[in-house]
C-alpha cells in the first residue's frame, strides 16, 4: 500500500518563486492537512480539509493556499516563497473518527 | 497558550534504564490523545494511543490524568533503539485539528 505520497522530497526555491508540494493518498481518508516542521516549535498546522471541496486555515497559513477537489489529493501551494517558509513540510491524513495520523515522508523546502 | 507543552529534553538515559515524559495539554474538553515517535529526519509514526484507563504496550505505558490535564509516557528497560523524539498529540474534537507538542529528545547511550 503507497499510503501518503508526497513529492518532492526536497526543494529549492528562490524568493519570490511559486511552486506546489504534492500529496496524494490512497485510503480514502476523509480527512488531510499540512504541517511544517521546524527546529524548537514542533509541528505547526498549515492548512486542513474533512472532505471533497472543504478546506480550512490552521495555526500558520498565511503564505499558503489548499484546494481539494479529490478525496485523495490535498496540494500546498506556496504564492510567493519567502526564507521563513524554510522548513520540513509533511502531509497527513487521518479516517473517520480522526484517531490516527498517517503521514507522508516529508518535504525538506529551503528559499534563498 | 499553546494547546500542548512538552518539556523537550534532551533525556541522556543509560541502557536499561527507565525514563518518564509528561506533557499538558489545555483544552479541558480534548477528547484524544496519542505518543507520536519520530526519528531524525522521518516523518512521525504513531507510538500508543492513550486510554483514560490508562494503556500498556511492552515496555511502554501511556497515562492520562484529566483532572491535571496531563499526559505521560514511561519507557521501561531502554534499549538503544528507542533514541528518538517523542511527541505529544491531542485531539481536542473541536475541527478534526491535531496539535503537536515541540517534542522530547530521547538518547539511550551504551
Known amino acids: 500500500n503507497a499510503g501518503v505520497t508526497q513529492t518532492p522530497k526536497f526543494q529549492v526555491l528562490k524568493t519570490g518563486q511559486s511552486m506546489t508540494l504534492q500529496c496524494a493518498q490512497d485510503?480514502?481518508?476523509?480527512?488531510m492537512s499540512w504541517y511544517r516542521q521546524d527546529p524548537g516549535m514542533g509541528l505547526r498546522l498549515i492548512h486542513y480539509s474533512v472532505g471533497a471541496g472543504i478546506t480550512d486555515q490552521g495555526e500558520v497559513p498565511n503564505g499558503y493556499n489548499v484546494s481539494r477537489s479529490t478525496t485523495e489529493d490535498f496540494p500546498l501551494r506556496l504564492l510567493s516563497a519567502a526564507p521563513s517558509q524554510t522548513s520540513v513540510y509533511f502531509c497527513?491524513?487521518?479516517?473517520?473518527?480522526?484517531?490516527?495520523?498517517?503521514f507522508g515522508s516529508g518535504t525538506q523546502l529551503s528559499v534563498l | 497558550r499553546k494547546e500542548v507543552e512538552q518539556d523537550p529534553g534532551p533525556f541522556n538515559v543509560p541502557e536499561g534504564a527507565t525514563v518518564a515524559f509528561n506533557c499538558t495539554y489545555s483544552?479541558?474538553?480534548?477528547?484524544?490523545f496519542f505518543w507520536y515517535r519520530q526519528d531524525c529526519r522521518k516523518e512521525p509514526k504513531l507510538l500508543m494511543s492513550?486510554?483514560?484507563s490508562g494503556n500498556e504496550d511492552g515496555r511502554f505505558t501511556a497515562q492520562l490524568n484529566r483532572a491535571s490535564q496531563y499526559i505521560s509516557l514511561l519507557i521501561r528497560d531502554s534499549k538503544l533503539s528507542d533514541s528518538a523524539t517523542y511527541l505529544c498529540v491531542v485531539n481536542p474534537r473541536t475541527g478534526n485539528q491535531f496539535y503537536f507538542g515541540t517534542g522530547t529528545s530521547l538518547t539511550v547511550i551504551p
Open positions: 492513550v486510554y483514560s
Open positions: 485510503m480514502n481518508h476523509e480527512y
Open positions: 483544552n479541558s474538553a480534548s477528547q484524544s
Open positions: 497527513a491524513s487521518s479516517p473517520p473518527g480522526a484517531e490516527k495520523l498517517f
